[in-house]
C-alpha cells in the first residue's frame, strides 16, 4: 500500500509540472514583436511572437504561433512538443518555459497587431523591461523517429526517417 501511494504521488508530482501555463489575459502584440521559430528536416515549420507585458505588477509574456501549411505528415502534432519545451529569456535570465498557453494563428508576414494570450510569471514587472527584447529558445529535438533502432544495415541508417526540429527563425512561411 505504501509503494503505491508513493508510486502515485510521484505520477502526480511529474504531472503537476507539466502542467501548461495559464492563460490571464488577451492583449495586441506590439507593432514589432520578437519572432522566431523552426524548420522540421522534413520540411515546413513553426513561426512564434512574443511581447512582454505588465499585468498586476508582474511580468507576463504574450504569444502567438502559428505553423505552415505545408508538412510531412510525420510531423503532424508535433508542435505540442516543440511549443513545451521552449522558452522566453530576457538576458540570461529565464522568464518563462512552455508555449502551450499561447493563441495559433495562421502564418502571416508580420505578426504585429495579432490578438494574443498572455501569461502571467512570477517575476515582478521592472520598467526597463518595456523597452527590452526577449530572446525565445527552441531547442533542437528529434520530432518523429521511424527508424528501426538498430541504425539500418550494418549501422548505416537505412532505417526509417528521423526528423528534427531547429531553432532557425521564423518557420511557418508567411502565407
Not at 508580420?110 to 518595456?130: E, F, H, I, P
Request: proline residues 5%; aromatic residues 8%; contains cysteine.
Amino acid at each position: 500500500m505504501r509503494l503505491r501511494t508513493v508510486v502515485l504521488g510521484g505520477f502526480a508530482l511529474a504531472l503537476a509540472s507539466c502542467a501548461i501555463p495559464r492563460t490571464d489575459s488577451v492583449a495586441r502584440l506590439s507593432s514589432y514583436p520578437v519572432v522566431s521559430g523552426g524548420t522540421y528536416t522534413s520540411g515546413g515549420g513553426i513561426s512564434v511572437a512574443v511581447d512582454l507585458r505588465e499585468i498586476g505588477g508582474l511580468t507576463a509574456v504574450c504569444g502567438v504561433w502559428a505553423i505552415s501549411r505545408q508538412q510531412s505528415v510525420l510531423t503532424k502534432f508535433a508542435e505540442r512538443q516543440v511549443l513545451g519545451s521552449s522558452a522566453v529569456y530576457l538576458g540570461q535570465d529565464h522568464i518563462l518555459s512552455n508555449f502551450l498557453f499561447m493563441r495559433r494563428v495562421d502564418p502571416a508576414p508580420s505578426y504585429g497587431g495579432k490578438m494574443a494570450n498572455c501569461t502571467r510569471t512570477d517575476r515582478v514587472w521592472r520598467q526597463s523591461y518595456a523597452a527590452s527584447k526577449p530572446v525565445i529558445r527552441m531547442p533542437r529535438q528529434i520530432v518523429a523517429n521511424e527508424s528501426d533502432g538498430f541504425g539500418g544495415l550494418w549501422g548505416i541508417g537505412l532505417g526509417g526517417p528521423v526528423i528534427w526540429f531547429r531553432q532557425t527563425g521564423p518557420g511557418a512561411g508567411d502565407s
